[in-house]
Nanobody, 126 residues
Framework: QVQLVESGGGLVQTGGSLRLSCAAS????????MGWFRQAPGKERDIVAA????????YYVDSVKGRFTISRDNSKNTVYLQMNSLKPEDTAVYYC???????????????????WGQGTQVTVSS
C-alpha cells in the first residue's frame, strides 16, 4: 500500500519558518517528480513547488520564489519543503504528491499526480 505522510505543519507568526516533510512508503519514487500543493478554505488546490526525480530541476509558483525551497532525499524516500518568511496568505493545508512523470515540466498540474498525502495544516498569524 502506497502512502505519503506529511509532517511539520503548525502555527507560526508572520516572518517565521517551517519545514514540511513528506515520507513515502510502499514504493520508491526516486524516478518520479514530487510536488507540494496547498489549499486554502474556499479555494482550489494549487501547486506550490515541484522537484524532478533526479532533483536536478525545480519549479516554484511566483508567490513563493525566494522564500520556499523544495528538496528531496531519495535514500529516505522523503521530500521536504523549507518555508521561510512566511506570510498570512501562506495559510493553507499543504499536500505532498507524487507525479507519474519524471520531469518538472510535466508536473505542474494536479492532474499529473497519482498519489497524495493527507495534508498538514500551516497557519501563519499576522
Amino acid at each position: 500500500q502506497v502512502q505519503l505522510v506529511e509532517s511539520g505543519g503548525g502555527l507560526v507568526q508572520t516572518g517565521g519558518s517551517l519545514r514540511l516533510s513528506c515520507a513515502a512508503s510502499g514504493r520508491t519514487f526516486s524516478n518520479n517528480a514530487m510536488g507540494w500543493f496547498r489549499q486554502a478554505p474556499g479555494k482550489e488546490r494549487d501547486i506550490v513547488a515541484a522537484i524532478s526525480g533526479s532533483a536536478g530541476s525545480t519549479y516554484y509558483v511566483d508567490s513563493v520564489k525566494g522564500r520556499f525551497t523544495i528538496s528531496r532525499d531519495n535514500s529516505k524516500n522523503t521530500v521536504y519543503l523549507q518555508m521561510n518568511s512566511l506570510k498570512p496568505e501562506d495559510t493553507a493545508v499543504y499536500y505532498c504528491a507524487a507525479s507519474r512523470y519524471t520531469y518538472v515540466t510535466l508536473s505542474r498540474a494536479a492532474t499529473a499526480y497519482d498519489y497524495w498525502g493527507q495534508g498538514t495544516q500551516v497557519t501563519v498569524s499576522s
